[in-house]
């Protein structure tokens, strides 16, 4: 692993920072716009969802919405960049769809899962995937599923342990290879370390894996292209890198691990400007920026004749401790390169400036 040369390393500069009077479990930025979106839960154990609009060097609050239930987790990703309904999901298993003009009932609602939801991802709409405005969720009962707001009630697919199988928590989801409109897989992380890709086509498990510890996040380099790279992070300090362009039939893909830090690492989230750079956030209150590097060669063949994949390697570029608490979650700015915001468990919103990003 190398680091970045001093002067033209990217630097990750404190622009803003805002206290909460509630727990915050994930932040998004609102797309096309200097908004952005705190979800969590309020010490009485209700819902709590505050829009937050960026004016130089602070924070205006512009609306705070209360429901029933603790908010863990929500994504834009479903809808049109018109349209930017926000998909949630609760503790109690809910999955609604509000538009935050009219928040006061959801556009779609469906009680999804019966435990809480713990990730949400979202794909389709105009310029974010191709396909149906699908939304993928992931609980603690152990099952992912696959909604279409057009249809009620009922997922499209559901991916469930197959009987006498354990059941295990699934902390993350994330849809990829989104290409066309056909294709279109989703990946789910677990508690015991599991990783899982599910192909949407073929309605079958096209792979898995285990990392040995359990998987905290997920994301694919890009969600609306072929296949590409995938990062995996996990609850002990380690990430994974997946080549995702050759997949072996028996070794799967080639992969690159990392040990970052000692503790969690909470999420992973790539810059949307740049896939080959993204940004990882720890339990110790840190965030790393990385860059990854593609081999001379990104497939070889075997003794056998099958192609299988070559990893490439890993550079840190920067790295900063904010808080003294887990940063839980983390978002880029879809439209102002290196514009960031995270959340951390000390109940403060960050907005963070990432310099020197066309430099790497």
Not at 34 to 61: D, F, K, N, P, V
Not at 87 to 111: C, H, M, Q, R
Request: charged share 25%; glycine share 10%.
């Amino acid at each position: 692993m190398s680091a970045a040369v001093g002067s033209e390393r990217p630097q990750v500069v404190l622009h803003v920072q805002q206290a909460l009077s509630y727990t915050m479990f994930d932040c998004k930025w609102v797309p096309r716009s200097a908004r952005l979106l705190c979800l969590g839960s309020a010490a009485r154990g209700t819902g709590i969802a505050q829009l937050y609009e960026l004016h130089g060097a602070r924070l205006e609050l512009l609306r705070e919405i209360e429901k029933p239930k603790p908010i863990k987790c929500g994504t834009f990703g479903a809808t049109s960049l018109q349209q930017r309904y926000l998909a949630t999901g609760d503790f109690a298993g809910n999955l609604n769809i509000w538009n935050l003009e009219a928040p006061e009932i959801p556009v779609y609602s469906v009680k999804g899962h019966k435990e809480i939801i713990n990730s949400i991802d979202g794909v389709g709409g105009l310029g974010i995937g191709e396909g149906a405005p699908e939304i993928v969720t992931g609980s603690r009962d152990g099952t992912v599923k696959v909604w279409d707001p057009r249809q009620k009630d009922t997922p499209v697919a559901n991916m469930e342990p197959v009987e006498g199988e354990s059941k295990r928590d699934c902390w993350t989801v994330a849809f990829g290879n989104a290409y066309n409109q056909e294709e279109r897989v989703v990946c789910a992380g677990y508690d015991n370390g599991d990783i899982k890709l599910f192909d949407l086509k073929s309605m079958s498990l096209r792979w898995e894996t285990n990392i040995k510890n359990g998987v905290c996040s997920v994301e694919f380099d890009r969600k609306d292209i072929n296949m590409n790279k995938l990062v995996a992070t996990s609850l002990e300090g380690k990430f994974h890198v997946f080549d995702m362009r050759t997949q072996h039939p028996t070794k799967g893909f080639a992969s690159v691990s990392e040990k970052a830090q000692k503790s969690t690492i909470w999420q992973v989230r790539h810059l949307p400007q740049n896939r080959d750079i993204f940004m990882t956030s720890g339990g110790s209150g840190s965030l790393h920026l990385w860059k990854y590097e593609y081999p001379a060669q990104r497939s070889k063949k075997d003794s056998e004749g099958s192609e299988m994949g070559v990893a490439g390697s890993v550079s840190l570029l920067q790295n900063v401790t904010l808080s003294t608490q887990p940063i839980s979650s983390l978002d880029w700015s879809p439209d102002k390169k290196g514009l960031c915001v995270c959340g951390a468990f000390d109940q403060t919103v960050r907005v963070l400036i990432v310099t020197k990003l066309n430099k790497i």
